[in-house]
């Protein structure tokens, strides 16, 4: 079946640095890939959509200055955490679909402790 | 706005036991309903779905009805495996199947022991 593959599983920064998670579509070309948040208790929330060779579409309250995401090709997707703080500790998921109505594949998730 | 109440976890049953992992939601208009299962060590994975009121979603043994007089989609299994041992989200989109606007549950992490 469909595999994504995301990259780190976690990862532990300190707080001012930024960090990057890269999402991988490893079998099919994906057109649109989604970038979700988990806090601690709290349900998975779509951050932004990325369509290849456009800019991404960013949810109400998520910063597109802080969460910068590149979707330079239809096999990858990056978010990339910039100047991170504690606040921004959560578990991180992206998926990918390949057409309108295909189904959505998920990652594993990325576990991002900020120190 | 649309948001997913599920029961929270952990639980813990014995195999065999009956499941119910309860389900409901808040939407504008007629949203399609979906559980997702996460397998230790992978990404979230379709469980099953329903699109309108009273379709049933099954598949591997779980089943969910899709109720709209209740706003309920509860997860239901008859005789739970280890194997079943797993984190479990219950999901709405208010946009058809297919569209990624998923609004997501807290997920329940379900552990079967032997």
């Known amino acids: 079946g469909a595999v994504v593959s995301q990259h780190p599983s976690w990862v532990i920064c300190k707080s001012g640095t930024s960090v990057k998670i890269e999402c991988r579509s490893l079998d099919f070309q994906a057109t649109t890939m989604f970038w979700y948040r988990q806090f601690p208790k709290q349900s998975l929330m779509l951050m932004a959509t990325s369509n290849e060779g456009s800019k991404a579409t960013y949810e109400q309250g998520v910063e597109k200055d802080k969460f910068l995401i590149n979707h330079a090709s239809l096999t990858l997707s990056t978010l990339t955490v910039t100047s991170a703080h504690p606040e921004d500790s959560s578990f991180y998921i992206c998926s990918a679909k390949w057409a309108a109505n295909s189904p959505l594949h998920f990652g594993n998730g990325t576990r991002l402790t900020v120190t | 706005g649309d948001s997913v109440t599920q029961m929270e976890g952990p639980v813990t049953l014995s195999e065999e036991a009956f499941l119910t992992i309860n389900c409901t939601y808040t939407a504008t208009g007629y949203p399609s309903l979906f559980w997702y299962v996460q397998y230790p060590g992978e990404g979230l994975q379709l469980l099953l779905k329903?699109?309108?009121?009273?379709d049933k979603g099954s598949n591997k043994g779980f089943e969910a009805t899709y109720r709209k007089e209740t706003t309920s989609f509860h997860l239901e299994k008859g005789s739970v495996q280890v194997s079943d041992s797993a984190v479990y989200f219950c999901a709405l989109s208010d946009q058809g199947f297919g569209n990624e606007k998923l609004t997501f549950g807290t997920g329940t992490r379900l552990t079967i022991i032997p």
């Open positions: 329903a699109t309108k009121a009273d």
